[in-house]
């Protein structure tokens, strides 16, 4: 056997794990770089009352069928108003997907979300449709609560990057200018980054400077058709070890950036520097287990299906050895 290559593989391997000792690594890397942080700047909390309102989605794969998938996707939108929090749920919404179908449901949501568009994606294959059709939701309600809401803070779980198919540039554009009509500040909080500064992960690199404070991100370039709708920035809001990627809609000057993170911090709960709006609304969108089972027992009163255990052949074939199809 010519064993040139396995050698090197293993030469390599060995030559660049030398450069991980004693660090923290995180999955999933992205080619975005920024090139500098300028000067902290330091935040103070303004008391005087403003609406702090957000958005998140999920979805679950329930199960399968001869012809498909059984999915649930929801969505919350919670705000908070004169020191009470208030939410709106939307779902579960349980889908039967297959090939036949898949088109035409997620053409449907597509044109929920922008009836006046012609240009419609096609739909991803029916493993991606779960996470695709919740992002639909999400960017639907995302749009209803920029409309709706005054003069507020709206808080995106996320970043204002675009050109994915989860984010198409022009509904992300259209959801800015209409939050910006009605005198609404985006903010987007990360609560993962792969945003790197000279090859750190840029939440891990902050001063020794008291927070609450921005340090704002220069210098970014995206690979068309990725689109940076919003100015980056790691905010470190509270005292502990927690920083997050922060993106604001970059249409909306510095003082009034620096104004709407002051006052999510004089209006919000910011336990652990992330705020506790954003916070409740991944809590009232998750699936729990008992939500499942639920979800589970009704699809078999109301459609008379059964529920069969199917049997894994990862297990059969390979015992012990075997990490099943979803780990697969």
């Known amino acids: 056997m010519e064993t040139a290559l396995p050698q090197r593989l293993i030469q390599l391997s060995m030559n660049s794990l030398k450069n991980v000792q004693n660090q923290n690594f995180q999955l999933i890397q992205q080619n975005l770089q920024a090139t500098q942080f300028l000067q902290p700047i330091p935040l103070k909390p303004r008391k005087e009352p403003a609406i702090i309102a ?6 679950i794969k329930i199960g399968e069928t001869s012809t498909g998938i059984l999915i649930a996707i929801r969505g919350a939108n919670i705000w908070k108003q004169n020191r009470h929090y208030r939410y709106i749920r939307l779902g579960p919404f349980i889908l039967h997907i297959t090939e036949e179908n898949k088109k035409e449901v997620y053409n449907s949501l597509q044109n929920a979300l922008n009836p006046s568009s012609e240009n419609h994606q096609n739909p991803p294959n029916l493993q991606q449709m779960p996470t695709r059709l919740a992002s639909l939701l999400e960017r639907w309600l995302q749009k ?20 994915t198919p989860d984010t198409p540039t022009k509904t992300m554009k259209e959801i800015l200018e209409t939050a910006r009509k009605k005198e609404n500040t985006v903010l987007a909080f990360s609560k993962m980054t792969n945003l790197r500064l000279n090859g750190h992960i840029i939440t891990e690199i902050l001063p020794t400077h008291k927070p609450p404070y921005m340090l704002e991100a220069v210098g970014l370039r995206a690979k068309p058709p990725i689109v940076l709708f919003g100015d980056v920035y790691v905010a470190k809001l509270s005292n502990g070890n927690y920083a997050f990627r922060l993106d604001i809609d970059k249409e909306i000057p510095l003082p009034q950036k620096i104004e709407a993170v002051e ?19 991944h809590i009232l969108c998750t699936f729990t287990a008992n939500e499942v089972i639920a979800m589970q027992h009704f699809i078999t009163r109301k459609c008379g299906v059964k529920i069969i255990n199917r049997p894994d052949m990862h297990r059969l074939l390979f015992g012990v050895f075997g990490k099943g199809e979803a780990n697969s």
Not at 54 to 59: H, I, K, Q, R, Y
Not at 144 to 163: A, C, P, R, V
Not at 263 to 281: F, H, I, M, S, V
């Open 54 to 59: 957000a958005v998140d989605t999920s979805s």
């Open 144 to 163: 209803m609560l920029s409309k709706t809401l005054n003069n507020g803070i709206i808080l995106f779980d996320g970043s204002l990057t675009s050109g």
């Open 263 to 281: 006052k999510l911090l004089g209006n919000d709960l910011l336990a652990q520097g992330y705020p506790e709006t954003l916070r409740l609304a």
